[in-house]
């Protein structure tokens, strides 16, 4: 019988990595359980800032829609109900074309039958008084038409005009019958303000340039009557 190293009872057993080792290796697997854990949080931070991002853009656009903001409105002040503000029911407005004068039940008027032919509306400001049954075709576009009596500042005329001019869909002109110093009117809608510095000067513009209560959206407001004078 031979006794060597192929003798079971000889094998040499399996060497046991040393501690330094041990520490070594303790160590790299903390090493990458840390690092996943970071990654992990990093995709999950990732994550809950998209969703978060993707919320708010919901919730802006959700309201600039409900706002109904309208080109040349203020777009900082466009929400909210509009105190003062008088509505009447389009479908008791007529919009019938007329060539004769026309009584409307209001002052300036917000709708009913009316000249064929239209006022520029394109951020013109006349400085004599228009005719009812244009200005109202003009409403009919979608245009707001701003009115003032001797009452308005001059400041407040200069300041409106300025506004009027740069805003497509308005109409500016005198208005001696109507009862307070400023009127905003689009087609079924009214308010009267004091000053041009009122916050409801921009709520009503974009609200109500080519807003939902527009009848001919689309229609333009360019080419119309050019006999009256600016």
Not at 189 to 214: E, H, I, M, N, W
């Amino acid at each position: 019988m031979s006794f060597g190293p192929s003798d079971p009872r000889y094998a040499v057993p399996p060497q046991q990595p040393s501690g330094g080792a041990r520490s070594t290796r303790n160590r790299a697997i903390a090493i990458g359980l840390s690092a996943a854990v970071v990654a992990g949080l990093a995709v999950f931070g990732t994550y809950m800032v998209l969703e978060t991002s993707e919320a708010e853009e919901n919730r802006a656009g959700g309201s600039s829609a409900q706002d109904g903001k309208q080109p040349g409105g203020d777009k900082s002040d466009t929400g909210g109900a509009i105190a003062g503000l008088k509505s009447w029911d389009a479908a008791e407005l007529g919009r019938n074309h007329s060539a004769g004068d026309v009584d409307y039940p209001m002052t300036p008027p917000v709708g009913g039958d009316h000249n064929p032919s239209w006022l520029d509306c394109d951020g013109d400001v006349y400085e004599k008084a228009v005719p009812d049954v244009n200005a109202v075709h003009s409403l009919e576009h979608g245009a707001v038409w701003v009115t003032y009596s001797t009452m308005a500042a001059d400041a407040d005329v200069a300041k409106l005009a300025e506004r009027v001019r740069s805003t497509p869909f308005t109409l500016m002109s005198p208005y001696a019958d109507q009862e307070g110093a400023i009127v905003l009117s689009a087609w079924g809608k009214q308010v009267t303000v004091d000053s041009a510095d009122d916050r409801r000067v921009d709520r009503f513009l974009a609200q109500y340039v080519q807003g939902p209560q527009t009848p001919e959206p689309g229609a333009p407001c360019t080419g119309g009557s050019a006999t009256v004078p600016q």
